[in-house]
């Protein structure tokens, strides 16, 4: 077996077996590699996972899922039929195909039209606050799925081509791993033996310890444990999850030569490994200009990739438990503006979500006839997320306790968005 | 309309008001001393406050920190790296009562100021354009021209308001090797230049966030939700921004990279047709004795409009944060060139530099970005979004030390000195019972009553790691800042949003740490070629094993070996039957992929 992600010569078995004999170093055992326990045996996901699509920079949901023909604040493109109840743009034809899978929710309303508040509060729930930091939807999963993770070696949140939303007060050891569309890991390549990298960690097991004891806070705690992290990555063959270029051409070739496409076939293979949350990146989004022409060159790249990721997931039973979103920060604004473009707006717009329990075809929601108001009930980013959660299995009744002491509901108490469940 | 709205009375007020902040403004240019009892009364200024909150708070304050350890955090924060062996003995062997001034006034003299310029204009540069900022293939914005103006600014140790006023006001070409114009090269561009897009939000926002710490991105679109910014406030601010342009061209040599010019046009405002060479008659009328053009105003008037939540209309013209309007401020000279979009009536980025160095925002949020860059934390919770839905957490101390670093002539040095020789920064960063819940993560005021740890930037990284093993002492100055900004790169992702937002994962996650265990840098640094820094240590015949093993401590750490820690590594040479360069490569490999080693402390 070519380790290719491994480090020169060392496997996790040969690592373990070197660690449990006599090392050079009789130095007492750390937590370093008290967690290095062999798991011989390949892991089967037995828990859900989540997919999300995360379109940076925030499209226009009314040229995309929600669409105003006729109308002057309309767009020039043709909505076409779906195998679900609503109708969706031309420019997605293969996912017009995928929607008995997916449901539109048209009545997102979201407050945040600044593009760093609107992804902190898609992403947590929250709007931000100077006094604490939340934890975003991959940290919030990492945490509670922590005890079904013990035979996951590589972090159970990844982030393909972007940096996601950080885990806030959940601390570093459930910070997003971030990993560009290739799936190349920088720097996997140990750079000295085994025996030499044990000597090592040995020594470094030493100097982390001493200073964590000296109590300057967490910090020093958390290197260890991002430490201890990193290791057990380095030392895994489930790294050959991220190895997208080992899928069949075909395979591919059906989610597209795009780093979008790449990114979405790694979040396949990643969830086939037992990560429960992998964020893709699909940024430049911000179509203050040229919006339709730009709609014209990015969009077929979204329906290749997305129609794709949703075939297979269902081909391969996957996706009765993953749950699939696909959004951005908020919406774009129901008037075209002199650039031919649209700003930022977050009163009236779109997300669709599938898979993992949630029952696909669906519209659920409303907006008014050229899109500038939602005329259902209103959804937030907390009712977003308590859905997924629900999704998820996550009890909504989870409390985390931020640091100072004062309880906090996950997802921002919101309620679920009951017609998600049927 | 909007500025009809003073009545005389207020008019007459806020002309007394800019009178008197510009005779203060004169006042401020002119430095004081700077002599050592005016520094210590600063410093004790610092103290006092700080321990009265103590006190208030039931706080009691850390034991100091070792001078070794203090040694280390004043190299990090004030040249930005770590000290060597034999810089640490130097300090250590000085005379206890004074080593301390002395070393600050060296890390902030002659002997320093290369290391010292390099530093701070990577943290400027950071600052003004972000770490993305003219990285990607045809950017307009040259990282090298913004870096070049602020080292030579700071070479020049400009004031703080002279440094700003340069910034704002800056006109030419961006690029420093663009031949193919008449436009002077002008570095100081760069800071604005990619930021005048949709007339200029971007510069109004960034001019706010960074020199008045004021957040108001998001009042272009509405009233602030909760603090007390109005959407009026950011398009009368934006409305100085109107005469400045950004003009790009093709480098005919070079199909790759287009060439950026900021430059200055009269402005005839929006959205309106203009009057000047259309009217047929001119009517004059008089005015306290003087015949005068009636309608003068509006030929030279330069409006912007901007749209309320609900579709409204309204109109802007240059009006500052505090409410004066440029149209009073300019009265004496002229009643209409306020208004005016004219540059032969006024240049208005000129206008708003002088008001924004003259308000008292303008100190107060210089001083709590330096604080919070010392201390780890600002005196309010983000440093770029003050006022008084954001109270404090030390409102005297901000606002007297806002004053004494106006008064000293902006002098950004001597503000950086007082920080450090304070008792806040002298505390050792171990917790203790007595002051556990002064802990600004969960939410509370800091009270600065430890040192808060804190991870080194990556440009802190970099250059801690060069200088302890001399690993790049033979590149040009050209060829090393190549390569460290290429280093630096590979850290950053920029989200491609109108607000330039970016990311970084040199943030203590996974990434971060596999470029510690396995990434080029280290590896370079751990080098045991001919004449490599550890090749030079296992090699010194003057030290014995011992010794050499303390010296890979106190180069990356500032401290010696534990016992334990020399025991270890004992054993560890021992079994490595005498492979002394061997067995010190892996422990200068674990010094410095640890926790101790990354955290400034």
Redesign the interface.
Known sequence: MNHFDT?HGMTRRHFLSHLAGAS????PAWSLTQSMVANAATLKSNHKACILLWM??APPTIDMWDMKPGATTGGPHKPISTTGAGQITELLPNVAQQMHHLSIIRSMST?E?????G?YYMHTGFVPN???EHPSYGSVIAKEFESKLQALEI?PFVSIG??SA?PG?LG?AY????VDSNGR???????VEEA?MM??M???G???K???R???????A???K??K??MS??TSSQMDAFKVQSEPETMREKYGNTGFGRGCLMARRLVETGVPFVEVNS??W?L?QDCFNRLEQKLPEVDQAMSALVEDLAARGLLENTVVLCMGEFGRTPRINGNTGRD?WARSWSVVAGGGGIEGGQVIGATNEDGTRVTTEPYSAEDLMSSICQAMGISLKTTYT?????PMKIAGGGKVIGELFG | MIRMAHSRGLTWLLAMFCWLAHERGLKATEPTSGSDSSHEAVVSLIDEKIRTAWNDNDLRPSPPATDAEWCRRVYLDLIGRVPTVAELDEFLGGKPRYRKQELVTRLLGSEYQDAFVEHWTAIWTNTLIGRTGGQQRRSLTSRTGMGDYLRQALSAAKPYDVLTTELLTATGAAQPDNNSSEDKYNGAVNFLIEKMEEGGIQATAKTAEIFLGMAVQCTQCHNHPFNEYRQNQFWEMNAFFRQTRTEREQDPNNDNRRLGYLVNRDYAGEGRMLYRDARSEIFLEERNGQLVDRDAQQVSEAPIYYELRNGQVEVAYPVFIDGTALEDVLADRNSEFGNSGYLEHVDRRQELARLIVESREFDRAMVNRMWSHFLGYGFTKPIHDMGPHNPPSHPELLDELGMAFRDSGFDLKSLMRWIVLSEPYSLSSRVTKKNRQDDPTLGVAPQFSRFYVRQMQAEQLYESLLTATQADETLGADRRDAMRQRWLQQFSTAFGTDDGGEASTFNGSIPQTLMMMNGDLVRRACSTDSGSFLDQVANNWDLSNREKIQYLYRAALSRMPSKEEINVCNTLLASRKGDVVGTLQDIWWAVLNSNEFILIH
């Open positions: 480090p050079a170093l009789a130095v940076g920079g407050r039209a600044d593009h760093e508040r992804r100077p006094n604490v972090p972007g940096n950080g007060f570093m910070a997003p791993f971030q890991v920088r720097n996997a390549q140990a750079s030499r000597d090592r040995q020594l470094l030493l100097l982390e001493r200073f964590i000296e109590n300057r806070g967490p910090a020093a958390e290197h260890a991002v430490l992290n990193t990555l380095l940024g430049g911000d203050h930022h931020a640091g100072n002491g004062r």
